[in-house]
């Protein structure tokens, strides 16, 4: 227990523990894209249950670009004041907070006909079927420009640091993935090329954030099907991004709705696993490389939890639907409750009102009061 609740640091942020709450879009942002008092409660909530980082759910860089109803955003400066709130909230009840920025792209099927959405090439998304156009140069420029000011507007909150979603098959993970990008010029063929789009955006916000400013990835292990990223490109691109100076990889999956599925199947030499699905290709990763891995997905018991602490290199453990059900878990677990997380990872907890928790009836019954 004691590892896992030692103060540790990710570049300058001293974190209290090991527990991150993953990014979780709660759809209870207003229409465009500020806060409520519903998410303010939610945030205060978790701070007080001993996380020692939240992040939260992907915010949109650019106004035009909304994949999902209810989400944050962060496309102009409007968000600052609200967002210096959240910061001082969580701040004051003892946790660190990242803002997790993303360009969706065509993993939605939200507004679709009334805004162009923006991909690598002219190929579907597998799962939602929606076509997106293929990016100039100039647009590429464009949105690596949106992920810097975001990223500032971000610093200037209060955030304690930023996470850029290069996974689960948004606009970054098409660039990465050879079955999504088939361009024939310089972002397009050889996987540096495919890299560029990434690399490109990181140096654009570590030029306006500052040396110091702690900049998070999130990638896929792998995309999991023939022909897309395989899990030995996504080992080089996290050397690469060590190389340049990112803080710290989570190390993800697209498996939505999917994990119970595909629990014990083997991709790329490795099996995603009933307890910390991606376990295995993080330790692989956390063996290459000095700096902090995060493996989220299917945590739900602390003994399972300390067990991948003292058996691999993964420093970080990220929760997402547990939290939904518990807020105060992390809390539970350090005053010696060792009981698994409730969450029956039913995954029922998108509702028309926003997602939170409808199993937990004590959840349900708070959620309904806000």
């Known amino acids: 227990m004691s590892t896992l609740f030692t103060q540790t640091?990710?570049?300058?942020?001293?974190?209290?523990?090991?527990?991150?709450?993953?990014?979780?879009?709660?759809?209870?942002?207003?229409?465009?894209?500020?806060?409520?008092?519903?998410?303010?409660?939610?945030?205060?909530?978790?701070a007080q249950g001993e996380i020692g980082l939240i992040v939260t759910g992907y915010a949109n860089i650019v106004q035009e670009e909304k994949p999902n109803a209810g989400m944050m955003g962060m496309y102009n400066d409007s968000f600052i004041e609200g967002y210096q709130k959240l910061t001082k909230l969580v701040h004051d009840n003892g946790a660190k907070i990242a803002m997790q920025l993303a360009y969706g792209g065509t993993k939605t099927t939200y507004n679709l006909g009334e805004r162009v959405i923006y991909a690598p090439s002219e190929v579907c998304e597998i799962g939602t079927q929606t076509l997106g156009k293929a990016m100039t140069l100039d647009e590429i420029n464009y949105i690596v420009d949106a992920f810097a000011q975001a990223s500032l507007r971000a610093q200037k909150s209060g955030f304690d640091c930023v996470e850029i979603h290069a996974a689960h098959s948004y606009l970054i993970n098409q660039f990465l993935s050879p079955y999504y990008n088939q361009r024939q010029d310089e972002y397009g063929g050889s996987l540096e090329n495919r890299m560029r789009f990434l690399i490109e955006i990181y140096a654009a916000v570590r030029a306006l954030v500052?040396?110091?400013?702690?900049?998070?990835?999130?990638?896929?292990a792998s995309d999991f099907f023939e022909g897309g990223l395989t899990f030995s490109e996504t080992r080089i691109i996290c050397k690469k991004l060590e190389a340049i100076g990112v803080d710290a990889i989570i190390i993800s999956g697209n498996?939505?709705?999917?994990?119970?599925?595909?629990i014990s199947d083997s991709f790329d030499g490795h099996c995603i696993q009933p307890e910390g699905y991606f376990r295995e290709y993080g330790k692989v990763i956390s063996d290459e490389l000095e700096?902090?891995?995060?493996?989220v997905g299917g945590l739900t018991d602390i003994n399972a939890i300390e067990e991948i602490a003292d058996n691999t290199n993964i420093q970080y453990f990220a929760l997402s639907r547990p939290l939904l059900s518990e807020p105060?878990?992390?809390?539970?677990?350090?005053?010696?409750?060792?009981?698994?997380?409730?969450?029956?990872?039913?995954?029922?907890?998108?509702?028309?009102?926003?997602?939170?928790?409808?199993?937990?009836?004590?959840?349900?019954?708070?959620?309904?009061?806000?």
């Open 210 to 220: 500052g040396d110091d400013y702690p900049i998070l990835v999130k990638l896929t």
């Open 9 to 46: 640091r990710i570049g300058n942020m001293v974190l209290k523990n090991r527990f991150i709450r993953s990014a979780t879009w709660e759809n209870m942002a207003t229409e465009d894209g500020h806060m409520t008092d519903k998410l303010y409660a939610i945030y205060k909530e978790l």
């Open 328 to 370: 105060h878990l992390i809390k539970r677990w350090k005053e010696g409750d060792r009981a698994p997380a409730e969450c029956e990872t039913c995954s029922k907890c998108r509702t028309k009102r926003g997602n939170f928790c409808i199993v937990n009836k004590q959840r349900k019954k708070i959620i309904a009061n806000f």
């Open 291 to 295: 700096l902090p891995i995060i493996t």
């Open 255 to 262: 498996i939505h709705g999917k994990a119970n599925n595909m």
